[in-house]
């Protein structure tokens, strides 16, 4: 079946870096759009990042310049590289897949970030 597992998350610094992964299986990977949200407590889920199948990659707004993601067609998963981190960046983050018609969720991982 499918499977989105993510990993990487846990406590950090203001100003440290932090590396989230999402492995996938079950599934063809190298068709689907990848994308990172986040949801912090009281908040709606919102899109952190995207990578398509092709390799473009887009950001919200807020984490332009401090997040990259990336992808590894051959191992089937994907990248949060998270630089600079603010306390605002507290959230649990969710790993997605989609395309048209179709779309998978991880479970999640905690990140929070505070001295």
């Known amino acids: 079946q499918v499977q989105l597992v993510e990993s990487g998350g846990g406590l950090v610094q203001p100003g440290g870096s932090l590396r989230l992964s999402c492995a996938t299986s079950?599934?063809?990977?190298?068709?689907?759009?990848m994308a990172w949200y986040r949801q912090a407590p009281g908040n709606q889920r919102e899109l952190v990042a995207t990578?398509?199948?092709?390799?473009?990659?887009n950001y919200a707004d807020s984490v332009k310049g401090r997040f990259t993601i990336s992808r590894d067609n051959a191992k089937k998963s994907v990248y949060l590289q998270m630089n600079s981190l603010k306390p605002e960046d507290t959230a649990v983050y969710y790993c997605?897949?989609?395309?048209?018609?179709?779309?998978?969720w991880g479970q999640g991982t905690q990140v929070s970030v505070s001295s």
């Open positions: 079950g599934y063809i990977f190298r068709i689907y759009t």
């Open positions: 997605n897949s989609h395309r048209p018609g179709l779309e998978y």
């Open positions: 990578i398509t199948s092709g390799g473009s990659t």
